[in-house]
T-cell receptor, first 113, second 109 residues
Framework: DVKVTQSSRYLVKRTGEKVFLECVQD?????MFWYRQDPGLGLRLIYF???????EKGDIPEGYSVSREKKERFSLILESASTNQTSMYLC????????????FGSGTQLSVL | RKEVEQDPGPFNVPEGATVAFNCTYS??????FFWYRQDCRKEPKLLMS???SGNEDGRFTAQLNRASQYISLLIRDSKLSDSATYLC??????????FGAGTRLFVKA
């Protein structure tokens, strides 16, 4: 089974801090995604990457950046955390050749105080 | 208008009941459709893809109506373990995958 691992399940940070969320997948998937999930809004795409060192903005990239230096790892960076970035962050991966199924990590609940 | 809309529920049904959810999408050029299931405090997992001809997987049946731009999920003989949030997912080509906000289902004994 595909495993997508997110580094932290819960994270508490202060306003203005730089925050790194790490995601690793073990199935050699080309595509990786970062979503945030908020009540009533569903999952919203922040950034995605379809190859090493490639990145594309999703629907809500403001205040975030990403890094993909290795195929298996996709990092989400909050340059200066704000309270409106308190959310559940979900990483996902998919294979271009194996259809469109998304495999999600278990999520990181980030609270910015 | 949201690109993908679902009734948030909750739907409260007894065990053994049949329950159906609908989901509407706004982009007539949407290409692929899915239902994901998300348990409380867990990550979403693919439940089933939705094909133009409709498809069935055990107690679950998914259908697509392109003319009216909606997809549906029917669950027969509901089990307690079916309690979850069901996410409607639409893909518009490329990497753009849009999630609905989900429909909550509670199955009670």
């Amino acid at each position: 089974d595909v495993k997508v691992t997110q580094s932290s399940r819960y994270l508490v940070k202060r306003t203005g801090e730089k925050v790194f969320l790490e995601c690793v997948q073990d199935m050699d998937h080309e595509n990786m995604f970062w979503y945030r999930q908020d009540p009533g809004l569903g999952l919203r795409l922040i950034y995605f990457s379809y190859d090493v060192k490639m990145k594309e903005k999703g629907d809500i990239p403001e205040g975030y950046s990403v890094s993909r230096e290795k195929k298996e790892r996709f990092s989400l960076i909050l340059e200066s955390a704000s309270t409106n970035q308190t959310s559940m962050y979900l990483c996902a991966s998919s294979s271009t050749t194996e259809g469109e199924k998304l495999f999600f990590g278990s999520g990181t609940q980030l609270s910015v105080l | 208008r949201k690109e993908v809309e679902q009734d948030p529920g909750p739907f409260n049904v007894p065990e053994g009941a049949t329950v159906a959810f609908n989901c509407t999408y706004s982009n007539s050029a949407s290409q692929s459709f899915f239902w994901y299931r998300q348990d409380c405090r867990k990550e979403p997992k693919l439940l089933m893809s939705v094909y133009s001809s409709g498809n069935e997987d055990g107690r679950f049946t998914a259908q697509l109506n392109r003319a009216s731009q909606y997809i549906s999920l029917l669950i027969r003989d509901s089990k307690l373990s079916d309690s979850a949030t069901y996410l409607c997912v639409v893909k518009n080509g490329g990497f753009k995958t849009i999630f609905g906000a989900g429909t909550r289902l509670f199955v009670k004994a």
